[in-house]
């Protein structure tokens, strides 16, 4: 089974939805995902770098079918690149914490901090 982060899982979950809708991509279908998922290819990642071999393996694909997923796989990765050169890092204003988080927060996402109890979040937040 393809190894990824939670984070990434995430992310290209969400990506594996974007290029569903986005493009006219009849070849992936709902079904054709649901057995991706069930074997373990939960992102668009992992499907890009599965060999055609290995997702041949999977009940009801065949090479057809295989090629066309990997094409359309293909197009929504180099989608995916193109989002991602749009992606800025806007400083905290603190050095540390943007050490912290590899350059400050990413635009076009949504980050969530926390931080413990007693540590002054409040006063970190108002500064």
Same mark, same amino acid.
């Given at each position: 089974?393809?190894?990824? =982060?939670?984070?990434?899982d !995430? ?13 006219? /991509?009849? +070849?992936?279908g ?12 939960? =992102?668009v990642?992992?499907?890009h +770098? ?5 997702l !041949? @393996? &999977?009940?009801g694909?065949?090479?057809v @079918?295989?090629? @066309?997923?990997k094409?359309? &796989?293909? @197009?929504?990765?180099?989608? !995916? ?6 992606v800025?890092? &806007?400083s =905290?204003? +603190?050095?540390? !914490?943007?050490? &912290? ?6 635009? /076009? ?6 931080? /413990? ?11």
């Open positions: 089974m393809p190894n990824s =982060t939670a984070a990434d !995430l992310e290209d979950e969400v990506s594996f939805a974007r290029c569903r809708y986005r493009h006219p /991509m009849a +070849s992936i709902v079904a054709d995902i649901t057995k991706l998922k069930s074997n373990g290819y939960y =992102t990642a992992s499907v +770098s599965a060999t055609r071999k290995t !041949l @393996k &999977i009940k694909f065949s090479e @079918k295989v090629e @066309k997923i094409e359309a &796989i293909q @197009k929504c990765q180099a989608e !995916l690149g193109q989002q991602r050169r749009k800025v890092r &806007i =905290t204003g +603190s050095t540390q !914490l943007d050490a &912290i988080l590899g350059g400050g927060f990413q635009s /076009m996402s949504i980050s969530e901090v926390r931080v /413990m109890r007693g540590m002054g979040s409040a006063f970190c937040f108002l500064v």
